[in-house]
């Protein structure tokens, strides 16, 4: 007796044969029983096209794992590239800010010292420190050095400068002699960096508002 080729003896007969073919959705006459060889046919098509449903989802999701593995290194790379490009931009910066006629300026700040006492501190030294400024703005404003690092690095300097009696004489002349957009970069950094400035001429007026921080009311 024949036992019949393996793939036959795994396909479906009788009400087997027709419980599968209606589960897999399948249209045919229970009654015609000559038809029951092609019915088995088409259920072993439909197993195979099944089968062949899994492989390909299977596939797809490994591609769209792939996929996403790869955007999430590629972004983790270009993150650590700009995170280096931002760090070398901020080493220039702190190389611009203490080289130069700038470098005295810097190096006061630091002390505590009042800029009005300090050596070597002129206009020519504050134009230029106030400068170097105004480049760190307009690197921080186009994204090229990240916004933390330029912050940690050098918002204290800008605020002690801000304070001081010589910066603030020297910014309101400037603005007044040369134009109200003088230095507009390094205010912009004030507002953002919530460092208040008060002109100089203005200081003593009573209701005064500083730039970087609320107008005062009157009472």
Do not use: C
């Not at 062949?52 to 955007?71: P, R």
């Not at 001081?164 to 109200?180: L, M, P, Q, Y």
């Amino acid at each position: 007796m024949s036992r019949g080729t393996p793939w036959k003896r795994k396909l479906p007969t009788g009400e087997t044969l027709y419980k599968e073919a209606e589960r897999l959705g399948l249209h045919f006459d229970a009654k015609d029983k000559t038809r029951d060889a092609d019915l088995q046919q088409r259920v072993l098509v439909a197993w195979a096209e099944r089968r062949n449903a899994i492989v390909n989802y299977t596939q797809t999701f490994a591609i769209v794992g792939t996929l996403l593995i790869t955007l999430g290194v590629a972004f983790s790379t270009q993150r650590e590239q700009r995170n280096r490009e931002s760090a070398d931009l901020m080493l220039k910066f702190e190389d611009l800010l203490y080289s130069g006629r700038s470098a005295p300026v810097v190096k006061a700040l630091e002390m505590d010292v009042g800029l009005d006492k300090a050596k070597d501190v002129d206009d020519e030294a504050i134009d230029e420190f106030l400068g170097n400024y105004e480049l760190l703005d307009a690197a921080y404003r186009h994204g090229l050095i990240s916004a933390d690092m330029a912050h940690d690095a050098f918002e204290a300097d800008l605020e002690t400068a801000l304070k001081d009696g010589k910066v603030r004489r020297f910014i309101t002349d400037a603005r007044t002699e040369d134009g109200s957009d003088m230095y507009d970069g390094v205010l912009d950094l004030a507002r953002t960096w919530k460092i208040p400035f008060t002109p100089l001429s203005f200081a003593s007026q009573a209701g005064a508002g500083a730039i970087g921080s609320p107008l005062s009311s009157s009472p």
